[in-house]
């Protein structure tokens, strides 16, 4: 893969589902954050602070940050990243949460799936920065 044909630009796709437990904490830092960004006039922060107030989706959308989960990786550069958030209906046991239609085109299968306990069963839950975490990990697929 490092032949000249080969593009140095790399699309990362990541589809979280998330359980927001105390939607008030999630409303709180985000209007935290709001109030902490200086460079962001006055128009846009009162647009912010409704916005986030009313939709824990939306709060949430404003609290995750693409440049937080790569700007600490060597050797690259973010160029562009787009997130969007929306409440859904979750039902683990659906077909529709099994993987995506990418999977079979890279030989990801059901078994391939690994939950957080999962790895705590093996002896390697912690993650490298240290955090437990029980997200779907998809072992041996890179991208």
Same mark, same amino acid.
């Given at each position: 893969?490092?032949?000249?044909?080969?593009?140095r630009?790399?699309?990362?796709? !990541?589809?979280? !589902?998330?359980?927001?437990?105390?939607?008030?904490?999630?409303?709180?830092?985000?209007?935290?954050?709001?109030?902490?960004?200086r460079?962001?006039?006055?128009?846009?922060?009162?647009?912010?602070?409704?916005t !986030?107030?009313?939709?824990?989706?939306?709060?949430?959308?404003y609290?995750?940050?693409?440049?937080?989960?790569?700007?600490?990786?060597?050797?690259?550069?973010?160029?562009?990243?787009?997130?969007?958030?929306?409440?859904i209906?979750y039902?683990?046991?659906?077909?529709?949460?099994?993987?995506?239609?990418?999977?079979?085109?890279?030989?990801v299968?059901?078994?391939?799936y690994?939950?957080?306990d999962?790895?705590?069963e093996?002896?390697?839950?912690?993650?490298?920065?240290?955090?437990?975490?029980?997200?779907? !990990?998809?072992?041996?697929?890179?991208?």
């Amino acid at each position: 893969m490092s032949t000249p044909e080969t593009s140095r630009f790399v699309r990362l796709r !990541v589809d979280l !589902v998330l359980e927001v437990e105390d939607p008030g904490a999630v409303t709180g830092a985000a209007l935290a954050r709001v109030a902490g960004d200086r460079e962001l006039p006055e128009a846009e922060r009162a647009h912010a602070e409704a916005t !986030v107030s009313e939709d824990t989706a939306e709060a949430l959308a404003y609290l995750v940050d693409p440049f937080d989960l790569v700007g600490e990786v060597p050797g690259v550069e973010l160029h562009q990243a787009s997130w969007s958030s929306e409440q859904i209906d979750y039902d683990p046991d659906s077909p529709d949460w099994e993987g995506d239609e990418d999977d079979a085109e890279y030989g990801v299968g059901e078994d391939d799936y690994e939950t957080g306990d999962d790895r705590e069963e093996r002896g390697d839950g912690d993650h490298p920065d240290g955090s437990g975490g029980a997200a779907p !990990v998809r072992a041996g697929a890179h991208g």
